[in-house]
């Protein structure tokens, strides 16, 4: 069997696109411009790519995006007024701080501070409970986009036997508790899991969501398949950053595949624009 691509950046161009209506349409109805704020601590170049990345993405789509820097060395207290300062500004649909933030701060602390409301990455205490109960506005956009784009190919989620690798607040817990919420029968993986491997070859559905370069192997893979790589590793020596699956032998047994770069990580950033024109329709 040879894998056809879920393909997360001419989904995410999509979904993009039909937002740009709909952001011209809640202007021009409501007099309402989306806004996101997004707070960088710190100058982790990955990071600053990726705020980067969303502020470019928010202008396109007509909304506003503001990039507050703050400095390494800021405390809590800084950060979480900073926040605060958001929470109560009208004129700020969603706030989202970048992850990871230095490691002399509380991040739990820190997300959740922002208002339940404004949650549009999904990841404070009130926003996860809210999903553990089923009742979120938003799940944490990569694990949004990563059942998203199995929603636009039309894979079966219900029923399927969903193994995900990795147990990440952002990404891992969240991804399990979207495919849970679709009745897939799901398991969770991480890093003291027995026979990884075995568990691998039960999974109708894989998200590998580790951060350790093609840790997962073709061979685990039950022919048919459904493979979804959240990873994004850099690879010393390596011209192309590589997900967390063998994507090549992976490939030669699923059914369907996602690409790395080019799956999980537009349908991220997709999904983050759709939260915040969401946030600005429901409470603007
Ligand atoms: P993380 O917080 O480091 O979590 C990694 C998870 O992998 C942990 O739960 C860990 O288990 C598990 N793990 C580590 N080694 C393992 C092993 N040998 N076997 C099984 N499980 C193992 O990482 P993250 O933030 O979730 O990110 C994971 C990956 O996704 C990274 O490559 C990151 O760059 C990528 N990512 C992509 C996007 C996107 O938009 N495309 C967004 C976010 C993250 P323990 O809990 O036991 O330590």
Redesign the pocket.
């Known amino acids: 069997m040879t894998a056809k691509i879920l393909d997360g950046s001419a989904t995410a161009k999509q979904i993009r696109a039909k937002l740009a209506e709909d952001v011209a349409k809640i202007k021009a109805e409501r007099g309402i411009t989306p806004r996101l704020s997004v707070i960088l601590v710190g100058d982790d170049p990955a990071s600053v790519t990726y705020t980067r990345m969303k502020k470019k993405a928010c202008e396109a789509a007509g909304m506003i995006s503001d990039l507050i820097y703050m400095p390494a060395d800021c405390t809590q207290q800084q950060v979480k007024d900073t926040i605060l300062q958001l929470n109560a500004d009208p004129a700020v649909h969603g706030i989202m701080v970048q ?1 990871p933030v230095p490691s002399h701060l509380d991040e739990l602390d820190i997300l959740s501070t922002v208002a339940v409301e404004k949650d549009v990455d999904g990841i404070s205490a009130l926003s996860l409970g809210k999903l553990v109960l089923g009742t979120a506005d938003y799940t944490s ?2 694990p949004q ?1 990563i059942v998203t784009l199995l929603e636009t190919y039309g894979i079966p989620i219900k029923g399927a036997e969903a193994v995900v ?4 607040i ?3 817990k969240p991804a399990a508790l979207a495919l849970l919420e679709r009745h897939a029968t799901v398991t969770i ?5 027995q026979n ?1 491997a075995d568990v691998v070859r039960r999974a109708d559905i894989l998200v590998a ?4 370069p093609e ?1 997962i192997k073709g061979d685990w893979i039950k022919e048919g398949a459904v493979v979804v790589d ?4 850099k690879v010393e020596g390596r011209e192309k950053d590589v997900g ?1 699956v063998e994507f090549e032998a992976a490939s030669g047994r699923a059914s369907w595949i996602t690409p790395v770069p080019g799956g ?2 537009p ?2 950033i997709a999904m983050l624009l759709s939260h915040t024109l969401k946030a600005a329709e429901k409470y603007g």
Do not use: F, P
């Open positions: 992850h956009c990569t986009g690798v990795g147990r990440s952002i990404l891992g993986c991480h890093s003291r899991t990884l969501a580790i951060g350790k840790l959240a990873g994004y590793n967390d999980v990580g349908m991220t």
